[in-house]
């Protein structure tokens, strides 16, 4: 592994281990067994590091989502959803760095959305249109409906991580399940 993944991969470690208000350049330093001075020369700061960390993980979302095989719009999308929530289950270092902190790589609503920076996004979105157009999701916005959708599921995952829910993981996915399907209800 060359240095700047190591690097990299000790950063996604830190930010998992000591979250983002205690994340820094010499921990992560430390762990890949540099000094500082050598981790700046691969990430002029800390918000550089943050943004590389951010782009990695986005990488990995969107690599998640591209091996979503359904081909119905409503069942891609549960997928998509059954899938968001897993990767704050499996990942929760790399769903922070995508969904909770800032690292300039985020992406905006609307504005973002609406241009079609974020490949997942538009994928909802063009489900979302393809159910409506199907009769298997109501009238509305397919942008908006994209962005509760989201809402709604990263809701549900944050309720988890903050330990507000006193079930297996098996059953808080069911419960996932249960949220998709009365979403998509018509």
Not at 55 to 61: D, K
Not at 68 to 85: D, F, N, Q
Not at 136 to 146: F, H, K, M, N, T
Request: aromatic share 10%.
């Amino acid at each position: 592994m060359e240095t700047r993944e190591r690097i990299l991969a000790c950063a996604m470690s830190e930010l998992e281990r000591t979250g983002i208000e205690n994340f820094s350049l010499r921990a992560v330093g430390t762990a890949a067994g540099l000094t500082p001075m050598a981790v700046y020369r691969h990430y002029a700061d800390r918000e550089a590091l943050l943004t590389a960390v951010g782009e990695a993980a986005f990488a990995e979302w969107e690599r998640r989502i591209a091996r979503i095989g359904a081909k119905r719009p409503t069942a891609w999308l549960r997928a998509a959803g059954r899938a968001y929530i897993e990767f704050a289950l499996d990942q929760p270092a790399r769903f922070e760095a995508c969904f909770v902190i800032r690292t300039d790589v985020e992406r905006l609503y609307p504005a973002d959305f609406a241009a079609g920076r974020s490949p997942v996004v538009t994928q909802i979105v063009a489900k979302i249109v393809a159910a409506q157009s199907a009769g298997e999701i109501g009238a509305g916005d397919s942008l908006e409906l994209a962005i509760f959708f989201w809402a709604e599921l990263h809701g549900l995952a944050m309720l988890h991580r903050a330990g507000r829910f006193a079930m297996k993981r098996a059953a808080f996915l069911a419960l996932i399940d249960r949220a998709i399907d009365r979403m998509l209800e018509t």
